[in-house]
């Protein structure tokens, strides 16, 4: 099976070997770096249409940072609203977890990589918070570091576009 985001992944050098701390905590001796990889049109667009193909959504929804181009890029793919989860919550304006409506509306959650699901479980708090419904999440990278069995303890589906352990073979 040819999957045409895995190669893009390699293709834009999106694996790097080294000593690296995760935003999980844990240590690795490899790091995914997706956020740099979707800078490329090829590889962003490629997503989004996969992403707007193959599911079911009625807004999509990313958290800040990695999950914003991600969420833009399929919202246009699909032609659907989609929403910005903030990593923390800020002291001025309006003070809104969330930017877009959410609310009432089956979201889908972006992520540019998962490892443990620590900010996936943050973004789908967040969604129901804001009157959600949620049952998914997609990932452009799976680490395969619990986020799966995190994430459906919570009722939700992972859906990786691309493992780990695909990316490193």
């Known amino acids: 099976m040819v999957n045409r985001i895995l190669d893009l992944l390699v293709q834009y050098k999106a694996v790097e070997f080294g000593d690296f701390t995760l935003a999980s905590g844990a240590q690795s001796r490899y ?20 992403v707007a193909a193959k599911y079911e959504f009625e807004c999509i929804a990313g958290v800040a940072v990695g999950g914003v181009p991600l969420a833009v890029a399929v919202s246009l793919a ?32 972006i ?3 998962t490892t443990s699901g620590g900010s996936s479980k943050h973004g789908i708090n967040e969604l129901r918070k804001a009157g959600a419904m949620i049952d998914s999440v997609v990932t452009v990278v799976d680490r395969e570091g619990g986020a799966k069995e995190l994430l459906a303890a919570e009722g939700i589906t992972l859906h990786p576009l691309v493992k780990a352990s695909e990316l490193l073979a």
Do not use: F, W
């Open 111 to 113: 992520e540019d990589v």
């Open 78 to 109: 699909a032609d659907k609203p989609c929403a910005v989860i903030r990593a923390a919550a800020k002291d001025h304006g309006k003070s809104e977890m969330i930017i877009g409506n959410v609310k009432g509306k089956r979201v889908l959650l």
């Open 31 to 50: 790091y995914i770096d997706v956020k740099t990889a979707i800078m490329q049109p090829k590889l962003l667009s490629e997503i989004a249409a996969e």
